[in-house]
């Protein structure tokens, strides 16, 4: 199902397959082709890398669907995020024998390089998660101590306490951004590679403290983000007027906001939000593997060895036995 | 704003206020009223516990949103919960000056019962969480498992590891509704109470668990969950045939097996499943007061005191200095 | 090195091999073998149980050390638990060639039996582990609110939320012992066994809950349980003048006292009490193999489907496709 | 208690009071004082840095003990650490009326800047915990890897699993000391001061993942790092050869190293290894108090309310009634 190589010519290639889970490929102008894993040379039709613009002839754009998106095509309130969250969302994308000329193939069948691009690609990407999701939470947390405070329960001690523990959280994903990033090194070509170690540590972060982020802005949030009632009622003629009494927080807050911000923490705490935390950027596993790779755990016990006074040989045995039967993954 | 008494007569009471929440309220025949907190005298109007039928004359209810509501109103996959999830939800109930006959009023003023009142209800009502959230969580469980072996990895020992992690956190929610039932005491009257200490450390636990149970569904569910094509995408005569492609799991396992399965973790992982958890019953905080009241912390200190070759007074000075400058809360 | 027969005759058997981590074996009279593992026919020497006194002929007792264990020999404010802590420990005990006379042996070869025989036993065993560990705890939650009052912040808010979790995390783990024991069922013997699943539950989260327990111990403890001089240094006639003025707590109080409580957080949440809720009733991995045997998986996936609306023999291929290839463990 | 001048002449000052929890002061030649606190004018005398010969007239060191601590006295492998580890602990040191010369001192009564002082210190002081915990960490792994190797279960699919995870978190501590000093800014002075709330954030981060890096070290490590028989059992003419055969883990790895390892483990995995992950550089809530002043909650909620349409003072009410009746801490 991956996209691979199905014709070339000395105008260019023709290729056939999907890319899932496409975020902004709608609202894009072009996007690149990648392979998804290292790949040995009976996938060489794999190994390709291009540009395409999003609408050449033969693509074909599935438009997925995310939690309450129908009510983007309602009124304001109820989206939650009323000004930026309008348009957006992922896609499967099909490409039908879509021609691609040459001068923008970048790979075509250097299947060598594919593991390498993947995971080059692979830590970028995760480099990133802890500032954009660092940044969300942000929002959240500001969400969060707005319903507080527009709730009149914004200076509880367990209700402040909670706020430093979001606080924590969000800056525990900023600082593996920042740490990856400032760990880099610089590639023969003079660009800078993140410290892979560390942009990995940051993303599987993401999968783990968002939840905590979220669960607690529910928590102060409380249940009147999941049972408001609709814009359309705060607004009628008739029912409008209890909507508006029976809502209210604290006096001189009109109840619109109470329910606008409410509704801001049901949209960013929830469904899509949460899962695009887990698998943006690859799912936890996905880090996982890479820390067995390059955490050096040689280098750490023959640290510990000699600290606890054990020749440096010690685990040869282990190592001698591990050759003769290899491990199975 | 709550529900109190503004009138009464010789043939019953008229009543005023709302009630927010209410789950199940819109596919129910009676109502019951009653206080939500404990009440001086001063409050006594706000001491009331009747029965009503939920269409008396003066009642509005005001259905509220919950996440994914309008997709109820399409098809049938998208829902997730395709067979049961149809109809139900949380609205605002209104109550305009209404009439309440005498028989069917159980408190009207007897505000020093309200406390005590209000605590049985939520211990009652904790009491079950587990049960019901366990339950819930088998379901989320059967469903994440099921997607594992639809996308071929229900075998990986990362997944397998994390199914059990989810049964055993479903479990200990369970675990803790026996547990409180099982410690419950007759009454003078001959009911059984539960244990109220361990009916608020279930519910607390539900607050909790699962978000860990729900974390852990959409790890193995996959990105899939979050960016799905529709129904409506699926049975496209256009297009049907790429989802049904591209979307495609183990072999012999129809696609729309595996986007309703998709769609079912979705639905029950994310939004109102979640603030659900987290309020239903009473929110966090509501529990962590109990702890207080019921641990024996004094008790706990005497033991430690006494294992340390402390003199059981030891804290006298303490509490001395307590009874002069009164803590405040 | 399992203990196992190597000889017998008409008055009974000889059995040989070792036992390890033997937790008060140094203060019974007798002890029982029994197997720890199901066990085949080329096992059957080792499917053996019997009934033995501490000190028979060929038995031979390896005291190990604990965590501060040199401290039980001095004075009594340094080791913590001055009262009821002075004896105990675990050993390693070597049985060479043992006699054990028939009247004392129950199982001696039927190794179809051992492995009934070893989950029965972990099962009762870990249904303890919740009361015995719940019970501990709560002399941690004392010796931590004692040490609160006695350093003068027994009543800031962070101090009683903490406190009050670890209220809410003891409950949980006697919540566990209280239901496994609740649902337990008759044998045919009349005996009563505990539910395996829910005793299993309970084990695993003492190897977790303890650590968080501890954590807060160590959190209000504060610092002076790691530093504090020795009970020599208190009574010392020329620096115990010393210590006393400067790890005094609030007024009234002496200092001594406050050593003692912060003696018994030291021994009670670090090195051997953590390993000995860690590992005691097996290791967190030999619970988790009880999960996929007992939580009824299949059924959880069947509930899940006819929920999504998919029929019942959705996964049939999956199953099938197992059948053909063999998971590996 | 704390230190403070007693006494001012031409040639200096003259200081009293106690420092406590002082590691590595009976290693050092000189020693800092500092005051603990933001001062008001009340407390000038408290506003005193200077540096003394660690062996001034007046000083008097009283060593705390350490979990385990006599073991450092007696043979080599039951100390764990057992190359570094010899020397080392905190003390309490008392200041009786100790002279200062001028040219020593660098504050004396300018409790105006104490509060800053203080914060820097502190800050500093944070800033390397992630790369000591870090560090600590990547030995407990490397113990803990080795155990596992030695004893044939390194290759369990939980057990690496169990290693990845720890170093998730090891890292996860590194990350933000690398953070905090990476976005330092420089001060009039030039030299360079940490981000302060990243500092904050990964001191905070070690007074947890600590708790669980050690934790999982003692899953795996087992149950023998809590009941291992002594060292001199092991060199007992009598019994060693018992402790040899039946410690024994792979074959061709000498009973004493694994044994060592355990040790090592135990050292590093409880008592006063986590208690000083707890409190040194500041217990946690003092690392808490920092995020409500740093984190800059007010932009936060502006930028949520933008993000739903409402209008940025919107809670003025709020801020109105605050200003009213102040909050209490």
Chains 1, 2, 3, 4 share one sequence.
């Not at 999941?226 to 001189?252: F, H, R």
């Amino acid at each position: 199902m991956f996209v691979h190589v199905v014709g070339r010519n000395d105008k260019g290639i023709i290729i056939r397959g999907a890319k899932a889970h496409m975020t902004g490929m709608v609202n894009s102008h072009e996007m690149l082709i990648m392979p998804t894993a290292a790949l040995g040379e009976e996938d060489k039709d794999y190994a390709v890398s291009c540009a395409i613009p999003v609408d050449a002839p033969g693509i074909l754009h599935i438009f997925g669907r995310q939690t309450n998106d129908d009510r983007k095509t309602e009124g304001e309130i109820d989206q939650g995020n009323a000004r930026y969250g309008v348009v957006g969302g992922e896609c499967l994308t099909v490409l039908e024998n879509v021609f691609v000329p040459w001068d923008r193939v970048f790979m075509c069948g250097e299947f060598e390089f594919s593991g390498q691009l993947v995971e080059r690609f692979a830590c970028y990407h995760r480099q990133n998660y802890g500032g954009c999701k660092g940044g969300v939470s942000d929002i959240v947390i500001g969400a969060t101590a707005a319903m507080a405070d527009m709730s009149g329960y914004g200076n509880a001690a367990h209700v402040k306490e909670k706020i430093n523990e979001m606080i924590h959280l969000a800056e525990s994903l900023y600082a593996c951004s920042i740490a990856c990033s400032c760990e880099g090194k610089p590639t023969p070509a003079g660009s800078y590679y993140v410290d892979p170690l560390l942009a990995n540590v940051g993303k599987h972060n993401v999968t783990r403290l968002i939840y905590d982020i979220n669960r607690l802005a529910q928590d102060i949030g409380g249940g009147i983000t999941a049972t408001m009632p609709s814009e359309s009622d705060l607004k009628s003629p008739e029912i409008g007027q209890y909507v508006e009494k029976y809502l209210k927080g604290v006096a001189g807050i009109p109840t619109e906001y109470r329910m606008r911000i409410g509704r801001l923490i049901e949209n960013m705490t929830g469904g899509t939000a949460l899962i695009e935390s887990m698998h943006g950027a690859g799912s936890p596993q996905a880090q996982k593997i890479f820390y067995s790779k390059l955490a050096n755990l040689e280098h750490k016990k023959s640290c510990a060895l000699d600290i606890a006074g054990v020749p440096s040989d010690a685990l040869k045995p282990v190592r001698d036995a591990a050759k003769k039967k290899p491990v199975k993954a």
